[in-house]
């Protein structure tokens, strides 16, 4: 079956809507990439003296160190609570996505403020052991690779349970019926299955760590991407800020082939029958203490431990005789982020799924370059696309203008439009890779039998492909929104005069140690971050098994 | 008006904006473990190998750190300002936030540090008998260096008239509100700070006279100054 049998016609307008959603987030960051082809030569010379290497070191090491803890923690406990049952294995099913919803500039601070060297648990150390005891150095490329990790594990989590739920039960039972033992059916016949899901979370734990900045701040670790920061706000050279930051668009094309490269010509889709789900072996004796402690200490630490410890302090700030004079603003500040997060999930969802569709009605070349292009957006930081859709709408303003079409000022300052449209660079990649799983899981030969019939593009698309991706366009709609909200450095950068977020208030608070006052908004975000994730946890573990 | 509430030093030569607080970053030190006679009055003093590891420092990317070494490199020349930050970057524990180097002087981990004195003001507020006090830098010569929190009137501003009436009431009457707040210094010499920087820091010491616009426009040689000594 190829596409050739389809009516050719039918085909070019998905291939265009592909193009042109592919090139309205490519231009702003090719208007930064393309800076580097007429380089600062001197200030190249003077940050590769001196803290370039260091810096691309320190990128390497992080990256690499959160994407490989990320992948034992996620593909690890995936594994465990869909392969066994042990006291608790239910509940910590969906327990340990809840870290989905801390943002790590949250764990972070949370970290340091009562692990760093002035918290009270190295206060504590300190007096019982000596003013010079040894104690782990938290505020260190360790502890942001232990922070991340702590976080952004959920991704390779939830990815390879549905692959496991959905693509490996039935070959694993079938292995096991031919007579392979469980560790061998694993690891020969689950392993490669899952293989493609661990690669992707793999891939967008190491963009999602790129991207950051306000964390590894915290920790005093130099990524390129802070370097990029010291540049354009310290010597507000934005020429050479926007050349290095192509470094940082380097280690993003790097993550993307090693996900290509990880998940090889794997392509598997699962026809005949729902899938079941695996068949649970009991764990008993310490086997089963092993497991229940190990997911018990994940989600205290990653998510009740932190937040009890915000509640106490948000309590502890409302009761006590300071007083907030920030609460007045806590409306304006929540309205402004679920505002962002709504246009930006809408937007997304829908351009994602018309892009996954276009991969199968379009022109197979044309589309998937386009797919390629649209996960840039999501790897270059923040801030970089943030610039970039600056300098690309200020390029669209001008044009507007010269044809006599131009308000004065109108994109550039009335920029909750660029906002948006940032956003939707930065956001559209994680929700066309969940849509586009989804539908690449409709087996090829459903969407040709309905294309036979003669239902058209639109009709196969909005009958056929809906209902059977509709799981992973929801998950789309989830990874955007909790995304979305999570946002910092490209609302830092383009948010229209006073149109603070929630993220803005924790991160201003925070960069001073004003921690309990920074509890409250920090709490908000979790809490509606939350109510996607528990949506999520019902979708993975209310499917028929 | 706003011309007679602020020194010119404080604000624009061209009167695009007007300084309203002053935040002066200062030398401060566990006053458990020293002596305030033995505590350093000079920046450049941090720099000399005997404060090796007794030293607490905020990182280069934050704008204070910046502003300081623009102003050592208006005021002592490139050399010197290069010789300093070395000394620094040999000597000093390079930390995050100013309220983390005052916790790792109470802590003992640092005698000494640089910070803005009105976190200091912050933490004595919380806690009176917080163990860090504050010494006022180069008081024998130029004056301590001071930021300024200030503003201006944008030129697209759709109220220009109110937001001049605001600036002048920020200036005058309003100074009382803005420093009670946040413990900043008002920019006014006619209105008194509140009553605990006051008391804990006095009012007497001497600020340096630099211009902001001109150490502002050093910035960005601070910032590669302080890579090529090694200044993370």
Known sequence: ?545 | MLDGAIPPELSDPDHLWYGLTLRARTIVYNTDRMDVADVPTHYADLADPEWKGRVCMRDSSNVYQQSLVASLIAEDGDAEALRIVTGWANNAEILNNDVIILESIADGLCDVGIVNHYYLGRKLEEDPSFPVGLVWAEQDGRGVHVNISGGGITKYSKHPEQARQFLEWLATDGQGILVDANHEYPANPSVPPEPLIAEEFGTDFTRDPLQASVFGALNGDAVRLMDEAGYR
């Open chain 1, 1 to 545: 079956m190829t596409s050739t049998s389809w009516r050719p016609s039918s085909t070019w307008g998905w291939s265009a809507s592909a193009i042109v959603a592919a090139t309205l987030v490519v231009v702003p960051v090719g208007m930064l990439a393309t800076s580097v082809l007429s380089p600062s030569r001197d200030v190249w010379a003077q940050q590769w003296s001196t803290r370039l290497p260091g810096e691309l070191v320190t990128t390497a090491v992080l990256l690499v160190g959160v994407a490989v803890g990320s992948i034992v923690l996620g593909a690890g406990l995936a594994w465990l609570v869909s392969a066994y049952r042990f006291p608790g294995s239910g509940t910590f099913g969906w327990m340990l996505i809840l870290p989905f919803a801390m943002p790590s500039y949250i764990l972070g601070f949370l970290t340091l403020s009562t692990l760093g060297r002035t918290g009270p648990v190295q206060d504590a150390w300190r007096s019982a052991f000596g003013q010079d005891a040894w104690f782990p150095a938290v505020e260190s490329l360790g502890g942001a690779i232990v922070a991340f990790t702590l976080v952004l594990y959920p991704y390779v989590y939830l990815l390879t349970r549905a692959a496991l739920r959905d693509q490996a039960a039935g070959a694993y039972q079938a292995a096991r019926t031919l007579g392979a033992g469980p560790s061998e059916a694993a690891r020969r016949v689950v392993l490669p299955l899952v293989r493609p899901a661990i690669a992707a979370g793999g891939a967008v734990v190491m963009m999602e760590t790129l991207t950051d900045f306000a964390t590894v701040q915290y920790f005093g670790v130099d990524t390129v991407s802070v370097g990029v920061f010291r540049i354009w706000r310290g010597t507000y050279d934005r020429d050479a800020a926007s050349e290095i930051a192509t470094l940082v668009l380097a280690f993003a094309l790097m993550a993307i082939g090693m996900e290509r490269v990880a998940r090889g010509r794997a392509k598997f889709g699962q026809s005949g029958g729902a899938a079941s789900g695996l068949d649970r072996r009991v764990l008993t004796g310490w086997r089963a203490v092993l497991a229940t402690s190990t997911c018990a200490g994940i989600v205290l630490g990653a998510f009740v431990g932190p937040v009890i410890q915000l509640s106490v302090w948000a309590i502890r700030e409302q009761t006590g005789n300071r007083g907030t004079p920030l609460l007045d603003q806590y409306p304006g500040y929540l309205w402004h982020s679920v505002q962002l997060v709504v246009v930006t999930v809408v937007i997304c969802t829908l351009v994602a799924f018309v892009v996954a569709n276009a991969r199968r009605f379009g022109g197979r070349r044309t589309t998937q370059l386009a797919s390629r292009a649209i996960a840039v957006g999501y790897a270059v930081p923040g801030p970089v696309v943030g610039i970039g859709v600056l300098l690309a709408t200020v390029a669209v303003d001008r044009a507007l203008g010269r044809i006599g079409l131009g308000l004065p000022g109108f994109v550039a300052t009335g920029s909750l439009l660029v906002l948006v449209y940032a956003y939707t660079v930065r956001f559209l990649a994680p929700g066309l890779s969940a849509v586009e799983s989804g539908v690449g899981q409709v087996p090829e030969e459903m969407t040709a039998s309905a294309r036979t019939l003669g239902a058209p593009p639109i009709e196969t698309a909005r009958r056929v492909h809906v209902p059977l991706a509709r799981a992973s366009l929801f998950t789309a709609a989830v990874l955007v929104g909790v995304d979305a909200l999570k946002e910092l450095p490209i609302v830092l950068l383009l948010r229209p005069f006073g149109f603070d977020t929630l993220p803005v208030w924790v991160y201003n608070l925070a960069s001073e140690s004003r921690y309990e006052q920074a509890a409250l908004p920090a709490l908000s975000i979790i809490v509606v971050a939350l109510l996607p994730v528990y949506l999520l946890s019902r979708r993975l573990e209310g499917s028929p098994r």
